[in-house]
C-alpha cells in the first residue's frame, strides 16, 4: 500500500543523512534551510514557519522502492535489520553543501562545520528559549570570502562550497527545474556542481 510505511527517527536522524538535529526530551528539532522542522515521538512534523514539508517523503511508494532495491542481498538484509529507516526530502541547498563538506571527513567533524557555518553566516532564531541558526541562504555564503568560509573548519572544501553557492545564487543551479527532470537529466546537470559532481554515482 502506497503510503504505509513505518519510520525509525532516531535512527533516520543519526544515519548521517543531516546534521543540524538535535534532541530535546522527546522531541528533535532540526534546520531545514530557512526553517526550522519539529519532531515528536510519533513522527509529527511541526514547521516553525509553517510550511509544507514533505520531509519523511510519504508519498513516495515505499513498496515498489524497497522492491527494487531488495534485489541485492546485502540492502535486503539491512532493510530488514534496519526497517523504518528513511531517506528525507531536506533543503536542496543544504543537502548540497553538506554533501561537499561530507568529502574525505565523518560524522562529528562534518556536524562542527555545518555547526559553525550556521553561527557565521545564518540568522538567529530562538524558540521556546532556545537559540538556534538557520542555514545561510546561497547569496551570503556567495559573497564570503573563501578565508571566512575556511575558519568553519571546512578545508580545501572551501573554494568549492563558494563556488557551488555562487552557482546556485546566479541561478546557474536550479533546484525548482532539476526537481522536473527524470534521473539521467538531473545527473547531467549536477556534475556541474564544484566538489560534488565527480561524487555522483
Known amino acids: 500500500m502506497r503510503n504505509q510505511f513505518s519510520i525509525d527517527i532516531d535512527n533516520s536522524i543519526n544515519s548521517g543523512q543531516v546534521f543540524l538535529w538535535e534532541k530535546n526530551g522527546p ?7 530557512q526553517d526550522i ?13 509553517n510550511s509544507k514539508t514533505d520531509f519523511f517523503r510519504k508519498n513516495d511508494n515505499m513498496q515498489e522502492i524497497i522492491k527494487s532495491i531488495s534485489k541485492d542481498k546485502t540492502v535486503k538484509e539491512a532493510i530488514k535489520q534496519y526497517e523504518g529507516l528513511r ?21 562529528q567533524k562534518i556536524k562542527n562545520s555545518l555547526e559553525k557555518i550556521t553561527k557565521k553566516f545564518g540568522v538567529k532564531v530562538e524558540i521556546q528559549n532556545k537559540e538556534f541558526f538557520l542555514f545561510p541562504k546561497p547569496e551570503k555564503l556567495a559573497k564570503a570570502s573563501i578565508e571566512e568560509i575556511k575558519k568553519c573548519g571546512v578545508g580545501y572544501r572551501a573554494p568549492f562550497i563558494k563556488q557551488a553557492a555562487e552557482m546556485v545564487f546566479s541561478k546557474k543551479i536550479d533546484f525548482k527545474y532539476l526537481e522536473k527532470l527524470d534521473y539521467k537529466e538531473a545527473k547531467k546537470n549536477i556534475c556541474l556542481i564544484p566538489g560534488v559532481g565527480n561524487k555522483v554515482a
Open 27 to 33: 522531541d528533535w528539532y532540526g534546520i531545514n534551510g
Open 37 to 49: 522542522l519539529k519532531i515528536n515521538k510519533n513522527a509529527v512534523i511541526k514547521s516553525i514557519q
Open 87 to 107: 531517506i528525507f526530502k531536506q533543503d536542496p541547498f543544504q543537502c548540497m553543501i553538506s554533501f561537499i563538506i561530507s568529502s574525505n571527513s565523518n560524522i
